[in-house]
């Protein structure tokens, strides 16, 4: 049986694109996606409310993924956050059962 995860991807909204990009490149179609999400981050970063005082935003996407493409996934999803760390990408990673 092919396992899966769930990978929930929360980034500047700069960074939208480049997520579907390299969703594209490594051939993971199915995803959700929040396109105006308010957040900061634990430690570092800017808060991103899409006030005045603090413009930016971010989006939001959940994927299922095969288990072999996780981390292939997260390396990407890391070379991307290096680019501008101050513009902040988070993924996390859920073990999932069932579905329809």
Same mark, same amino acid.
């Given at each position: 049986m092919?396992?899966?995860?769930?990978?929930?991807i929360?980034?500047? /909204?700069a960074?939208?694109? =480049?997520v579907l990009?390299l969703?594209?490149?490594l051939?993971?179609?199915?995803?959700? %996606?929040? @396109?105006?999400v308010?957040?900061?981050?634990?430690? &570092?970063? @800017?808060? =991103?409310?899409?006030? =005045?005082?603090?413009? &930016?935003?971010n %989006?939001?996407m959940? &994927?299922?993924?095969?288990?072999?493409k996780? @981390?292939?996934?997260?390396?990407?999803?890391?070379?991307?956050? /290096?680019?501008a760390? /101050?513009?902040?990408?988070?993924?996390?990673?859920?073990?999932? &059962?069932g579905?329809?």
């Amino acid at each position: 049986m092919n396992k899966s995860k769930a990978v929930f991807i929360s980034c500047n /909204q700069a960074f939208y694109e =480049h997520v579907l990009e390299l969703l594209d490149r490594l051939n993971i179609r199915g995803m959700t %996606s929040w @396109e105006q999400v308010k957040g900061r981050g634990s430690f &570092t970063g @800017e808060p =991103h409310y899409g006030t =005045h005082t603090w413009p &930016t935003l971010n %989006s939001a996407m959940l &994927t299922i993924v095969p288990e072999d493409k996780v @981390e292939i996934l997260l390396d990407g999803l890391r070379k991307l956050d /290096q680019r501008a760390e /101050q513009q902040g990408l988070r993924a996390f990673v859920w073990d999932i &059962t069932g579905g329809l």
